[in-house]
């Protein structure tokens, strides 16, 4: 328990904290975030529950995308990193580490794909894959998502939703394109004039709220991509690493891409490191400049340690399982909840990928709100705020499961007593 002293103390601290986020951070995010009554400055820390500095506890249902998929400060991967900072720093980026290439090995291991090119954010993993791509296939044009995200670095911002890279002025009409999810005819008439470099796609759009990919559309892509002599770039930084309990969700479909981004999940949230995983042949350029890409903190030496240690625990088939467990638990409370409460309209869910949509334009908005005082944090999906994204972590239980079912209930409760 907190003394007086200390509560009073955290408390200060935290509107110190918000009056400076908003003068010198993002004011528009605090006043947004203020509008649904959400002022979170997060304190402790641990497993899937989190303390607000003023001692709110929260259920983490976001989990930062994936990032604490196995919980917030996991002993294990905490004791790697502790040890790895015992003998260690970040490393020189011109030469190879003992844990750089362990995980390289590994992730080529568990993708069927070659050389991982290794890198602080998702977003340059995606710079990585798109650059790659280019290189190999001598095209500049790039296929996304209408409703994709892929970063906010210079050409993963330009890729997917285009409303960010062009309010920067750094968009590129024409090489930059984009098509409806879903949509196989509209795929095959992006990529038939043959000047497609690659498909750069989400397997479940995290951004939209996690639509599900029709069957036969990601194998439909695929075969496109093979006519038209397009690569296929999976973006999984939020849905692979046994989020829908496959270790990448484009293996449920069978699609094997040529080029794999991880992120998000491989840091055990704590010390960044992302890959851009490529296919021998993609992934050529490597053979013929060792300095094609450079990163300073790309492939830092704790980082990786830590992301062997995660990636050992996402594939452990125990962890899968557990995947599929929950999944099928949290589908009956969740049913029963919208045969109860029809304001949740729909559960869009492949493994433990769910998005909950609400019956108003803004229902996942109001409901990211009316949770956060009930005790759960879930963030509504930007490109999609009737949808809100519900992701529970891979090592969650039932009795957790079961306290956040009840969060959502009494959640729903509330806004259908305010009308
Ligand atoms: C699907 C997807 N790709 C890429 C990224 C970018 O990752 P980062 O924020 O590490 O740059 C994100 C981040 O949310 C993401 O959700």
Not at 4 to 13: F, V
Not at 179 to 204: C, H, K, R, W, Y
Not at 247 to 266: C, H, M, N, R, S
Not at 304 to 323: H, M, R, S
């Amino acid at each position: 328990m907190m003394t007086d002293d200390n509560g009073r103390a955290a408390a200060e601290l935290k509107q110190e904290t918000l009056q400076l986020a908003r003068d010198y951070l993002f004011p528009q995010r605090i006043d947004l975030m203020g509008q649904l009554g959400v002022d979170l400055v997060i304190g402790r820390r641990e497993g899937y529950r989190m303390w607000d500095l003023d001692g709110r506890e929260l259920l983490d249902f976001h989990l930062n995308g994936g990032t604490y998929n196995l919980g917030h400060r996991h002993p294990a991967l905490l004791a790697v990193l502790q040890d790895s900072l015992a003998h260690a720093d970040v490393g020189n980026h011109h030469f190879a580490n003992p844990e750089r290439a362990r995980l390289a090995q590994h992730l080529a291991a568990v993708t069927g794909l070659q050389f991982s090119v290794f890198t602080p954010s998702g977003a340059e993993a995606n710079d990585v894959a798109i650059k790659s791509a280019r290189r190999y296939t001598g095209r500049r044009k790039i296929v996304a998502l209408e409703q994709g995200y892929h970063g906010r670095s210079g050409l993963s911002g330009a890729a997917g939703n285009p409303d960010s890279a062009r309010a920067f002025n750094s968009d590129y009409p024409g090489e930059f394109v984009t098509v409806p999810f879903n949509d196989a005819g509209a795929m095959e008439q992006a990529l038939a004039g043959g000047d497609v470099a690659a498909v750069l796609m989400e397997t479940i759009p995290a951004t939209a709220g996690f639509p599900l990919p029709d069957e036969d559309y990601l194998p439909a892509v695929r075969e496109l991509c093979d006519r038209y002599g397009t690569l296929y770039i999976a973006d999984e930084v939020q849905t692979g690493l046994g989020r829908t309990g496959r270790l990448w969700a484009v293996e449920q479909w069978g699609v094997k891409p040529d080029i794999l981004i991880t992120g998000k999940g491989l840091s055990g949230g704590l010390y960044p490191v992302s890959a851009a995983v490529l296919s021998a042949e993609v992934g050529g350029w490597l053979a013929d400049d060792g300095w094609g890409y450079v990163s300073t903190f790309g492939g830092a030496q704790p980082g990786c340690a830590v992301g062997c240690k995660a990636l050992e625990i996402c594939a452990d088939p125990a962890t899968l399982d557990n995947v599929g467990t929950i999944a099928d638990y949290l589908r009956t409370g969740l049913e029963d909840i919208r045969n109860r409460r029809p304001f949740l309209s729909d559960i869009q869910q492949c493994g433990l990928v769910i998005g909950l949509r609400f019956d108003a334009p803004d229902g996942g908005m109001r409901m990211t709100g009316a949770l956060y005082q009930h005790g759960l944090w879930a963030m509504f999906a930007s490109f999609d705020p009737a949808v809100l994204q519900f992701k529970p972590g891979l090592l969650v239980d039932r009795a957790y499961c079961d306290e956040a079912l009840q969060r959502l209930d009494d959640a729903l409760a509330s806004l259908q007593g305010a009308g």
